[in-house]
């Protein structure tokens, strides 16, 4: 999966997402990237998505204590 699209991404209607979608989606070149209904996630998927450079959209309250830990160090979740 190769994501070169420079606009916001709003994937609300995912429950789950794999590693390897993780990885492509935190190299998204636009502002927002929306995952708000994943329900399930990978630690690994977690790391990668850390990495996005733009603003992170996630319901942490739905995901593994792990992945929120690893989130939280994203900076759209710093002063959340």
């Not at 739905?62 to 710093?78: A, N």
């Amino acid at each position: 999966m190769n994501v070169e699209w420079g606009g916001d991404f709003f994937l609300d209607g995912l429950t789950k997402l794999s590693d390897v979608a993780a990885e492509s989606l935190s190299k998204h070149k636009g502002d927002d990237l929306s995952l708000f209904s994943l329900a399930s996630l990978s630690d690994a998927a977690a790391e990668s998505l850390s990495k996005f450079e733009g603003e992170l959209f996630l319901d942490l309250d739905t995901l593994p204590e792990s992945v929120g830990e690893i989130i939280r160090q994203h900076p759209s979740f710093q002063n959340r």
